[in-house]
C-alpha cells in the first residue's frame, strides 16, 4: 500500500489551485507514515486548516474511523489563496500510481 516506488499523479483540478510544492509535500508525508507503518487503509483524505503563518501551514492526514487523523505543518511561503475553503483531498493507492484528486465532498462550483 502507497510504496515510494509508485508514480506520483495529481489531477489536473487540484493542480490548478494547490501548488505544486504543497502536493508534493503531500506525498512526502504519505511516503514517510507508511515507512512508520502508520498507514492502515486507502484512500486517505487530507483537509487544511485556514490557520498559517508566512512559511508554514497545516494540515490533517485522516484515515476514516481507522486511526486518528494526525496534524502536521507543511512549509510553504508562496501565496495561500487555496486555504479558507475548506477544500479536502483525497491520495487514492492505485496498481501503479498515487493519485490525489478533490473529494466529491467539495463545492467545486468556484473553480
Given at each position: 500500500m502507497y510504496e515510494a516506488t509508485k508514480r506520483r499523479h495529481v489531477s489536473d483540478q487540484?493542480?490548478?489551485?494547490?501548488p505544486e510544492e504543497v502536493t508534493?509535500?503531500?506525498f512526502d508525508?504519505?511516503?514517510?507514515?507508511?515507512?512508520?507503518k502508520q498507514?492502515?487503509?486507502?484512500?486517505?483524505?487530507?483537509?487544511?486548516s485556514d490557520d498559517h503563518t508566512d512559511n508554514e501551514l497545516y494540515a490533517m492526514l485522516i484515515q476514516g474511523n481507522l486511526a486518528p487523523a494526525q496534524e502536521f505543518?507543511?512549509?510553504?511561503?508562496?501565496?495561500?489563496?487555496?486555504?479558507?475553503?475548506?477544500?479536502?483531498l483525497i491520495a487514492k493507492d492505485n496498481p501503479k500510481a498515487i493519485y490525489i484528486d478533490?473529494?466529491?465532498?467539495?463545492?467545486?462550483?468556484?473553480l
Open positions: 487540484v493542480a490548478a489551485v494547490f508534493n509535500q503531500l508525508v504519505i511516503n514517510l507514515m507508511n515507512k512508520s498507514l492502515v487503509t486507502a484512500p486517505v483524505a487530507f483537509a487544511f505543518p507543511l512549509t510553504y511561503e508562496g501565496d495561500k489563496d487555496f486555504l479558507g475553503h475548506g477544500y479536502i478533490f473529494s466529491k465532498a467539495n463545492d467545486l462550483s468556484e
